[in-house]
Nanobody
Framework: QVHLVESGGGSVQAGGSLRLSCAAS????????MGWFRQAPGKQREGVAN????????YYLTDVKGRFTISQDSANNSLYLQMNDLKPDDTAMYYC????????????????????WGQGTQVTVSS
């Protein structure tokens, strides 16, 4: 059973930086896609930064382009999200997720195509 554990969340002031990490275990095969999603109170979960195994497909939410960078350590399926110039609108619970289905290639930003989820890490940005 795949197990994903996020870390690195916290509270920062606007303009600050955080680096989220996702430690993965339990894979029998490499996931087709991995990514970061976020969900703010009263809002739907949305894809923030996602990539396919090997990095052929990379997606960034428009609002985070140029500020966030996703990276992975393919040797152990770890995933990272460097977040710079954080804004109050970035406040949310951030989730690491992976997909066992190559359908994620065509729908890489959509949560429904990801089967494995971590418990989330809270990011709070104050103005």
């Amino acid at each position: 059973q795949v197990h994903l554990v996020e870390s690195g969340g916290g509270s920062v002031q606007a303009g600050g930086s955080l680096r989220l990490s996702c430690a993965a275990s339990g894979y029998t095969d490499k996931p087709y896609c991995m990514g970061w999603f976020r969900q703010a109170p009263g809002k739907q979960r949305e894809g923030v930064a996602n990539l396919s195994s090997g990095g052929t497909y990379i997606y960034y939410l428009t609002d985070v382009k140029g500020r966030f960078t996703i990276s992975q350590d393919s040797a152990n399926n770890s995933l990272y999200l460097q977040m710079n110039d954080l804004k109050p609108d970035d406040t949310a619970m951030y989730y690491c997720a992976s997909s066992d289905n190559r359908a994620c290639y065509a729908h890489i930003s959509r949560p429904v195509h990801f089967q494995n989820w971590g418990q989330g890490t809270q990011v709070t940005v104050s103005s």
